[in-house]
């Protein structure tokens, strides 16, 4: 029998609903290989930090740690009822790209899940930027997962096992 391809499968998480998405992905693919699931979130601290150094509100930097905790205590609790056993979670403070590439070197990842886009409002306007930098700088694959999209109804899905409904059903 062959080993399976991935014994540590990490998932980032900002508390998105694309992180969510992301989340879900890890803990399949976690659960089919028999693998580790690290679940990590990165608290920003520089964007919490005047050009000074001066904390802008320590409240609201205690909020959005208890976000990324909240986030991650989900992923651990569905990753538990998806029968995944070794599950982990941390925490980070600093900038998330070489953060999030530190940890995925330390717990030596097979794989990293990330969305595509997350709660960053400028990130929204590129790829992501923390999902594009991790696709060029990660020393293993990256799985990015794109939110949903709304169904297609053109002529290229209708009436086949992609539209949902038998041929020359009418809508």
Do not use: K, W
Request: charged letters at 20%.
């Amino acid at each position: 029998m062959t080993e399976a391809p991935y014994r540590t499968v990490v998932v980032a998480t900002d508390g998105s609903a694309d992180a969510d998405r992301a989340a879900g992905h890890a803990i399949a693919l976690a659960r089919a290989c028999g693998a580790a699931l690290v679940a990590v979130a990165v608290l920003d601290v520089g964007a919490f930090v005047d050009p000074h150094g001066h904390v802008f509100t320590p409240e609201l930097m205690a909020q959005e740690r208890q976000t990324l905790e909240r986030a991650l205590a989900s992923i651990a609790s569905r990753a538990r009822e998806a029968g995944l056993s070794d599950v982990r979670t941390e925490v980070l403070n600093g900038p998330p790209d070489p953060m999030l590439l530190d940890a995925i070197t330390r717990v030596h990842a097979d794989v990293i899940v990330v969305g595509s886009h997350g709660r960053n409002v400028l990130g929204r306007l590129l790829l992501g930027s923390t999902s594009e930098y991790l696709v060029r700088h990660a020393p293993c694959p990256v799985l990015v997962v794109r939110p949903r999209r709304a169904a297609r109804t053109d002529e290229s899905t209708e009436g086949s096992a992609l539209s949902g409904a038998p041929a020359g059903a009418s809508r």
